[in-house]
């Protein structure tokens, strides 16, 4: 039962262009989202995250948006660079059996193109 | 602090063996988590430890699975007898929990990646 889920599995995009991934979760007690950047052989590295009193949160070339009635967010990255080239994660976590635990999509391989 | 550090960072075992992990977390961290990644998957969540509880393990932590957070400090993630399909990186994460609703980001080590053969 993927209560996260990031349908696609690959994007390529042209750099100096927007990068959008997509996620998608079905558990409405999820009230804190995060998106990670994973490099091969390496653990992921934290990016940004949306608490789900907010709608918008913006750190630099990365901003993430969150619409709780459609259990979505997104994460934009403008300019994408070649280095932001690697495997993003979604994540959230609530109040729901465990505890704040992150749970994770099966992530989506984003390739900038230079 | 330098982050998250997890040793070894790659392990290859024989069917059959015992091999353990270790975890060290940030230090002021009250959290820590273990997941496993396989390939084209996200990380799945296997336990985590408040201080030095342990408060949930997932149904993915079978029997020949322990972990263990003396003293709330590092922790220690072992396998018995393992077999071909405990393959996988161990991805060890921390944070700061502070509840009523306080949750912060997971930091993750650098995983150690288990080849069982």
């Known amino acids: 039962d993927q209560q996260v889920k990031q349908n696609s599995p690959s994007l390529s995009v042209q750099e100096g262009r927007i990068s959008i991934l997509n996620c998608d979760y079905t558990n409405s007690m999820f009230d804190y989202f995060l998106w990670y950047k994973k490099y091969p052989a390496e653990g992921p590295t934290f990016l940004i995250s949306?608490?789900?009193?907010?709608d918008k949160n913006e750190d630099g070339r990365f901003t993430v948006f969150l619409n709780k009635s459609a259990k979505h967010l997104s994460l934009h990255i403008v300019p994408s660079q070649p280095g932001d080239s690697a495997v993003y994660f979604c994540?959230?976590?609530?109040?729901?059996?465990?505890?704040?635990?992150?749970?994770f999509g099966r992530g989506t391989s984003l390739i900038v193109h230079p | 602090d330098t982050g998250v550090s997890q040793d070894p960072r790659h392990k290859i075992t024989k069917r059959g063996q015992n091999v353990t992990f270790r975890c060290d977390p940030i230090?002021?961290?009250?959290?820590l988590y273990w997941y496993r990644q396989t390939l084209g998957q996200g990380p799945e969540f296997l336990t985590y430890?408040?201080?030095?509880?342990?408060?949930?393990k997932s149904r993915l932590l079978s029997d020949r699975f322990s972990a263990e957070r003396p003293k709330g400090s590092f922790s220690t993630l072992e396998i018995q007898r393992t077999e071909q399909g405990d393959s996988a990186m161990y991805l060890c994460?921390?944070?700061?929990?502070?509840?009523?609703?306080?949750?912060?980001?997971?930091?993750f080590g650098q995983g150690t990646r288990l080849t069982v053969v």
């Open positions: 994540a959230a976590s609530g109040v729901s059996g465990g505890s704040y635990i992150p749970t």
């Open positions: 230090s002021e961290h009250n959290r």
């Open positions: 430890f408040q201080n030095e509880a342990q408060l949930e």
């Open positions: 949306i608490s789900s009193i907010k």
């Open positions: 994460a921390s944070s700061v929990y502070r509840g009523g609703g306080g949750n912060t980001e997971a930091f």
